[in-house]
């Protein structure tokens, strides 16, 4: 999965301090960032030493992957043309052939959107503030603490005899298959989302519930968690036409190939795959 950058350790530990030439800076407009390209069709995130002195010495610490810094910008920053250096989708990184550089290029993106959407109070309007003490940011005004928003998801392998089931979004292309995901409601356990995603989106009962896996999906700025579960009775698909478009049965060998391996959804079906071939 993307967050899997072993030998490399990623550390969160917060504190504060100065950028120096050779951290990197982590520079976004929206659904873009910085990037500099490094061979054909391959990108690094650039460092604070290429882009201008005055706009890096703005820039903030965010965390560190062994010894190398990562810093990002929690005001509005006024980079934008910088030789050597150019705008890309953020889904680039996707394609990026360093492990590191699409974490670490990911999870700047999390903090970005969030410091973004947080500049003013969601209680009294007034601008807020970083923490000085931990990752939050707060209201000098009315004492409102924010932190950085996390939402928690389920992902679940839902198995039928011997069979995975595979379900293709609404908004998905034709082809283009995936498993049952949805966002945990307010009231629910994680297992208690896993039954009503379920049933709501293919209205299938399922049983024995079981945690297998997490990772953060700063896509959507989720916590992706996880599952396996087994139908239970009636196994007739129903897919609800407005959230799955269709959903079908698949054996292990018509699993289709990994399209990537930075996502659990794709780690799930590989797992069910290599339980089945060892049964």
């Given amino acids: 999965m993307f967050q899997d950058i072993a030998p490399h350790r990623f550390s969160n530990v917060f504190f504060k301090d100065a950028i120096h030439p050779e951290d990197v800076l982590l520079c976004y407009n929206g659904n873009h960032v910085l990037l500099q390209p490094v061979g054909e069709g391959d990108y690094a995130l650039p460092r604070a030493c290429q882009l201008p002195q005055q706009a890096a010495m703005e820039a903030i610490y965010l965390f560190s992957v062994d010894k190398t810094r990562y810093f990002g910008f929690w005001h509005p920053h006024t980079v934008e043309d910088v030789p050597g250096l150019f705008w890309q989708s953020t889904q680039v990184l996707r394609t990026v052939k360093d492990p590191v550089t699409l974490f670490a290029g990911m999870e700047g993106w999390h903090l970005y959107r969030w410091f973004r959407v947080n500049r003013f109070c969601g209680h009294c309007g007034k601008p807020m503030e970083l923490k000085g003490d931990e990752r939050a940011v707060i209201c000098p005004e009315c004492g409102n603490v924010v932190y950085p928003r996390i939402n928690p998801a389920i992902i679940v392998a839902v198995e039928n005899q011997g069979k995975l089931l595979l379900a293709r979004n609404a908004s998905s292309p034709p082809g283009r298959y995936g498993l049952i995901a949805g966002f945990v409601e307010f009231g629910e356990s994680l297992e208690d989302t ?13 049983t024995d519930v079981q945690y297998y896996n997490s990772q953060p999906w700063p896509f959507s ?18 897919p609800d036409k407005k959230e799955i478009a269709e959903a079908k049965w698949v054996s292990p060998e018509e699993l289709p190939p990994p399209v990537s391996r930075i996502s659990i959804a794709q780690e799930l079906m590989q797992e069910f795959k290599r339980r089945k071939m060892e049964e």
């Avoid at 896993?194 to 293919?202: D, H, S």
């Fill in 221 to 238: 700025e989720s916590l992706m968690l996880g599952f396996f579960a087994r139908v239970e009775g009636d196994a007739q698909l129903h």
């Fill in 194 to 206: 896993v039954r009503r995603e379920v049933r709501e989106e293919v209205g299938l009962k399922v």
